[in-house]
């Protein structure tokens, strides 16, 4: 290229020489993401380690790195960022633009320049020269002026004058493939911003900061499976995190709904029961399809009053507390799991969530929850420990109120979480029902710090409205830091039953999980 003076800018530089101790970070930061240093112009293809046959680059060209990497955070001041950026989306680039991080007016003009003419904009400080000699940059163009002037620029790099306007190289071909998600404070990084636009890739303000959490933000991701990912912001997490999330985005099944994180992405009602009939509830009142059209009827009444989506759902009672000991002495009987996946397959095509509800009587939790592993490893089923129909020896049901110990749940759920990873899962509603504080032992002791889980304490009080209100504020003395809270209406006990509005409205905070009995 040449400058607008007519004064030729060499085409040849001189090999590239050791990085300085101020780049070492940022070679370290290639390296892990699976980059490479491009072939640099007055390279040898022998010298930039690049096979001999390969086709030869044209030096006015700029080329943006399109071998598949590991999804890859980029975080820290915007100098540093940009710095990351630039290594990350760029192979090399003729030109670059410069500014003086400290001008916030230079910085703006050169981040608009930069975007026209599809080159890095980097600032001043540390790492600068060494990115210009990554780049094989031959020509530079200056915005504002730092403190104590610009350091010496690398051999071979010529900065253009004041009143020669940079010559746009020949585009970048083929076209970036990298998708970019920016958490919501990526704009106060406009050189970084600038980098990211200059190279085409496409890009999305994620507002969760977590690519499995907004259904849209996976939608993005899974629109261009073939990409590599880059996070921008600190608040994606740390940079394991942000990989292991942006990794699952692209391959676990999406929750009902969309998305694989169940709250705060949205919202459930549920119809409460088993299939054998309506004496355990109102699921059992209905056939399969009936049951579907009448949850889905209730979710949509519960959604104006809702700024998240209100998923329809169902809750099962698997196992079911029993007067009689039964032949295994549990007070408890297990429903085949072969006579409940008609309704959790139904379920699963109509996009309603199922969770399955264990009365285990004198039997732990643990030991029924792996009788319904199979029917667990689907994505849009939970589980629900119901403390009530939970015995302890010599007790009886409708003698005694029912209770569990914190370490029994956290033996659940460290279960459940772990069946969840393994099989590559979304994340799964975990629920225990309570109407009382003393029905869980050490309640402060439940784990709730299982990422694949979303624990609900639900609370699940029948009578008049100021006692299930009163319950309500009892249940959430004693919550376990981290749950959310959940809520039942009953058809029959309740007096009167509370309306979707009244549910949203008068419980405070609205509840997450809201079934009906």
């Known amino acids: 290229m040449t400058g607008t003076r007519g004064t030729s800018v060499p085409a040849r530089r001189p090999k590239r020489p050791l990085l300085p101790l101020a780049a070492a970070a940022l070679a370290a ?25 390969a086709p030869q680059r044209n030096a006015d060209q700029v080329y943006l790195r399109t071998a598949p990497a590991a999804p890859q955070l980029i975080g820290g001041t915007d100098a540093q960022a940009a710095l990351a950026a630039s290594a990350a989306l760029f192979e090399s680039s003729p030109l670059a633009l410069v500014a003086a991080g400290g001008d916030a007016g230079a910085v703006r003009t050169a981040a608009g320049d930069a975007e026209a003419l599809g080159v890095p904009l980097l600032l001043a400080g540390e790492g600068l020269a060494a990115e210009l000699q990554r780049l094989g940059v031959r020509a530079v163009k200056t915005y504002g002026e730092p403190d104590g002037g610009w350091a010496p620029w690398p051999g ?20 970036s493939t990298h998708s970019v998600l920016l958490d919501k404070h990526a704009r106060n990084l406009p050189a970084t911003l600038a980098v990211v636009k200059a190279s085409g890739a496409r890009t999305r303000v994620d507002p969760a900061s977590d690519p499995r959490q907004d259904p849209a933000t996976v939608a993005f991701l899974r629109e261009a ?10 608040s994606f ?16 099944p999406e929750l009902p709904g969309g998305g694989l994180q169940v709250f ?116 849009h089923v939970g589980l629900a420990l119901d403390p009530e129909w939970r015995l ?35 994340q799964k509603v975990f629920m225990i029902h309570q109407f009382r504080q003393d029905m869980v032992g050490n309640e402060r002791r439940v784990d709730t710090s299982h990422e694949e889980l979303a624990t609900v304490l639900h609370a ?8 299930k209100m009163e319950t309500w504020h009892a249940l959430r003395q004693v ?39």
Not at 481 to 509: I, L
């Open 460 to 467: 699940d009080g029948h009578g008049t409205a100021g006692q």
């Open 392 to 426: 302890a020896p010599g007790q009886r049901h409708m003698e005694q109120i029912g209770s569990v110990d914190a370490a029994e749940v956290n033996k659940v759920s460290a279960w459940l979480a772990g069946l969840t990873r393994q099989h590559h899962l979304p």
């Open 264 to 379: 705060p992405a949205r919202r459930m009602v549920a119809l409460y029961g088993h299939p054998s009939g309506a004496a355990l509830g109102a699921l059992g009142e209905q056939g399969i399809q009936a049951g579907i059209r009448r949850v889905r009827k209730l979710a949509a009444e519960y959604q104006p009053h809702s700024r998240q989506q209100v998923i329809p759902a169902f809750e099962i009672i698997a196992s079911v507390a029993t007067g009689a000991a039964g032949p295994d002495g549990s007070y408890s009987s297990m429903t085949n799991p072969d006579d409940l996946r008609p309704w959790i397959d139904a379920a699963g095509k109509a996009g309603v969530y199922v969770v399955l509800d264990l009365q285990p009587g004198r039997t732990d939790f643990l030991t029924q929850a792996k009788h319904y592993a199979a029917l667990l490893k689907q994505p």
């Open 156 to 175: 071979g790099v010529r900065v253009l004058g004041a009143d020669e306007q940079p010559q746009r190289p020949v585009a970048a071909q083929p076209a």
């Open 479 to 517: 919550a376990p830091k981290g749950a959310r809270m959940g809520w039942k209406n009953f058809y029959d006990e309740d007096r009167p039953t509370f309306t979707p509005k009244q549910t949203y409205r008068d419980v405070d905070p609205a509840p997450w999980f809201v079934s009906y009995q």
């Open 29 to 53: 930061a290639l390296a892990l993401s699976g980059c490479t240093s491009p072939a640099l112009p007055g390279q040898t293809a022998a010298s930039a380690g690049v096979e001999p046959d």
């Open 225 to 234: 499976p073939q990409n590599s990912i880059l996070g921008i912001g600190a």
């Open 237 to 252: 997490g740390t940079a394991p995190d942000f990989a292991r999330h942006a990794a699952a985005a692209l391959t676990v």
